[in-house]
């Protein structure tokens, strides 16, 4: 795979459907709460959405792997503590579990991707570098 002018040419990729679309899909969420149209959007839709992003990320910052930043900006302007609590506290709930299997799961060392700032020269990196260094092992 090639990078062409920032874009993957990637036309038999069943994947880059994934890369074209994430920035896509989070302005449109945003757009959503910000207009309070939120019933718009299926609850079928988030539960997709929120399913597939945990599992990318689980997949993709498991220890063996390399942990970064998940989310946006560098504290709370994109996502507030709120937001991720109230997520944090459901997903827990989905799976039956509870405060103790979380701080059991929490001893993990921090990254140190909590100190750096999520810039978009980071998430080119991270959509075109990855890949480029893939390709060459």
Do not use: C
């Not at 701080?103 to 750096?116: E, F, M, V």
Request: no cysteine; hydrophobic share 40%.
């Amino acid at each position: 795979m090639s990078n062409f002018d920032g874009e993957f040419e990637r036309a038999n990729d069943p994947y880059a459907i994934i890369e074209r679309n994430a920035a896509l899909i989070y302005e449109r969420a945003r757009e959503a709460i910000d207009r309070n149209e939120l019933d718009r959007i299926s609850d079928a839709a988030v539960v997709d959405l929120m399913s597939a992003a945990i599992k990318l990320y689980a997949a993709k910052a498991a220890p063996s792997k390399h942990p970064f930043r998940p989310l946006h900006g560098e504290y709370d302007e994109a996502v507030t503590a709120t937001e991720v609590l109230t997520a944090a506290i459901e997903l827990l709930r989905a799976l039956g579990l509870g405060p103790m299997e979380l701080a059991l799961w929490s001893h993990r060392k921090p990254s140190d991707y909590a100190y750096t700032k999520y810039t978009e020269e980071r998430r080119a990196h991270d959509q075109f570098g990855a890949r480029e260094d893939l390709e060459h092992e």
